[in-house]
């Protein structure tokens, strides 16, 4: 995200579901990574870092805004993935995540651009497109139409950032697909996550209408999207805002369970009509193909792959604990 390319990084949530994945993936690469994570779902994911030099971890709440504001010394970029996620756990504890996701968000974007720290990524999610017309697949300037809480605030964070842009200060907004995948900090109430578990423990798994449209990433590619704009230089990746995803991964619900089928046979799939998520949407993922030269490197059916591996290899002893799921903690 710098022309002078940023060698020491800020994230927040960095022991989080992306987080934890973004984290080793900066330290591979030779960056100096500072976490900053209240640990919501314990330190599991991150403390086998704890001993890298390159890594330094300190446990607070971006709510701090005493703590924050000296965070930042000697930052070049700060990554803020710090947020409630996902709509039952926005629903569970509705202030603090209007105080996370917008407020704190929001501030975190004003100390960064009064530190003079142009690069600033702020996680966002393609759920702001809400409930779309199916026959159009929806680019970044596309009118944003949010039918739950979560996406509600997101865009509130988003709306608030975009008005701090200027020369000085190029965040760049990623609006992230429906994510999925293995972390060491793992989530099983994640649409593919859940349905290949669900296939495994349950031997059957209920579609909730099927007909929704739900763009998919791999939590992988999402941190390569971060580290793209990361790297690329503020004239591309600055005061943009990019869909991050593939034109290829645009899926019904009921495409993703026929898929869970297809790699765990001996499961039945219930469909279910009446009760189904409202959200609907299909969305265009060429600008960031084009001016960030992002390209995803694995598939649903990867995602399920390995998913199904690593649960009948013994990884997940009990996939009900509540640290899997965030409005469960």
Avoid at 116 to 139: E, H, L, R, W
Avoid at 274 to 285: A, Q, T
């Amino acid at each position: 995200m710098n022309d002078n390319k940023p060698k020491n990084i800020l994230i927040t949530g960095g022991a989080g579901y992306i987080g934890s994945v973004l984290t080793r993936k900066l330290l591979e690469k030779g960056y100096n990574v500072k976490v900053i994570d209240k640990l919501l779902f314990g330190n599991n994911s991150i403390k086998d870092l704890f001993n890298n030099l390159n890594f330094k971890f300190i446990q607070a709440d971006i709510l701090d805004s005493d703590f924050m504001s000296k965070s930042l010394f000697n930052i070049d970029a700060v990554v803020n993935l710090a947020a409630i996620v996902g709509e039952a756990a926005c629903l569970s504890r509705k202030d603090l995540a209007l105080k996370t996701n917008y407020l704190g968000s929001v501030y975190l974007a004003r100390l960064c651009k009064s530190f003079g720290i142009k690069g600033f990524i702020q996680a966002s999610t393609c759920s702001a497109y809400g409930q779309q017309d199916n026959d159009n697949v929806v680019p970044e300037p596309s009118r944003l139409f949010p039918v739950d809480f979560y996406g509600e605030t997101k865009i509130y964070a988003e709306r608030e950032i975009i008005k701090l842009m200027d020369d000085n200060f190029n965040p760049t907004i990623l609006r992230f697909s429906t994510v999925y995948g293995l972390s060491p900090r793992m989530r099983f109430d994640l649409v593919v996550n859940t349905l290949t578990k669900k296939a495994i423990k349950d031997k059957e798994i209920f579609i909730f209408g099927g007909e929704q449209w739900r763009p998919l990433v791999h939590v992988d590619d999402v941190v390569n999207s971060i580290i793209l704009a990361l790297e690329a230089p503020l004239s591309k990746a600055g005061n943009q805002i990019f869909n991050v995803g593939s034109n290829t991964e645009n899926y019904l619900i009921s495409q993703v369970g026929e898929m869970v089928k297809e790699y765990i046979p001996d499961v039945e799939i219930k469909t279910l009509q009446g009760i189904e998520d409202k959200r609907s949407y299909k969305v265009d993922f060429t600008k960031i193909e084009k001016v960030l030269n992002f390209k995803n490197q694995k598939r649903v059916k990867d995602g399920i792959i390995e998913i199904r591996d690593a649960i009948n290899s013994g990884r997940f002893p009990d996939m009900e604990n509540k640290i899997y799921y965030n409005h469960l903690v």
